[in-house]
């Protein structure tokens, strides 16, 4: 374990120095309570709770409409086209998926549900989903987002990653519109703000920031949080936002990248004062390696070594698929650290290593 303690704090070094080296069963749900689930009931008496409360469908054509209005305008100020589910071919998504067909098998936070299609939305489903929207950013990536009534409630759930689990989204607007459809209430649609950090969107490729800036580099909703990894040397905190990835080493000192697309080369002689005066930029890109999606983050002056990985993932913990996050380095990015949504899992976890991921 010292060992890689000592490699992952070489790769949380050459970020900040900008150096480097070189088949579906009966499935219960059992959600943390990052999303919430209704549970199936063991009598009817829930479900004929909510039909005394929505009479007859609880979706329709009419808020369907209103709803493909929503992300159709939603796309445009995202720079993104979304493909909606026409309730007969199934949506192929660029990480692989088949909707609604794959969702026999999906989990939510990495827990089994029943989750299907279900145009009314009345479905004795953990999630009915009455209605799916995919984009794919590349050749083998995809935000695949799908509009869902839990028990007579609206909730979006999301998918990022490479495989079928998925999350409700943390996308604030969202979530309002689709309840605000739901309800019959009007919708509206906010341009994300420009800014210097976190808040600002940035799926358009073609964004100049300046200083060979393209843009930012956005990261998936599951990696998203604050999570921990635990070693010899004490606890470490991860804290990634939309576009910024920053370490919390045991004794309390850090640092923080900012991911962007980099569309120029990397200059031949750079002064000290050029690197330290961009220490926080990070040259980012996604990437598939060991049968995960990473984030690959380099130095902005970095001219030789792999730089870091960041990966969202799962694994089964005392019964329950956790979400977590693998931080890797190296030329196969093999696995340096792992990190849990808890200080608690952290410490349980610690020294674990799990079959599924890549170690040297």
Known sequence: MKKLTIISSVILSSLLILTGCGSNSSKKSNVTSKVKVVKQSSSKEKQKSVTKKKSGALWNSDKDSRLEDFMKQWGEAMDQTYT???????????????????????????????????????????????????????????????????????????????????????????????????????????????????VKNSTKGTEDMGEGRGGYVTTPEAMRGTWYSKDENGITKLVISEHEITHVNPDGQGGRITLYKKTISTPDNVSQDEVKAKMEWGDARYTNMNGLQYINVLGWYQSAGAGAYYAAHTEEINGNRVPIIVEGGGAEAWTYAVYYPSEDLANQQVNTKYEDLHYQ
């Open 84 to 198: 909606k589910y026409d309730g007969t071919n199934n949506i192929q998504t660029a990480s692989g998926m088949n909707y609604p067909q794959d969702f026999d098998s999906a989990t939510v936070d990495g827990h089994d549900v029943s989750m299907a299609w279900n145009k009314k939305g009345t479905g004795k489903n953990d999630y009915n989903v009455v209605a799916i929207y995919n984009y794919n950013n590349s050749s083998s990536s995809s935000i695949t987002y799908a509009f869902t009534l839990a028990d007579g409630e609206p909730i979006v759930l999301v998918n990022e990653d490479s495989g079928n689990n998925w999350n409700e989204t943390k996308n604030k607007l969202l979530k309002e519109n689709f309840v605000n459809i739901f309800d019959g209430k009007a919708t509206h649609v906010e341009k994300p703000a420009a800014s210097s950090s976190s």
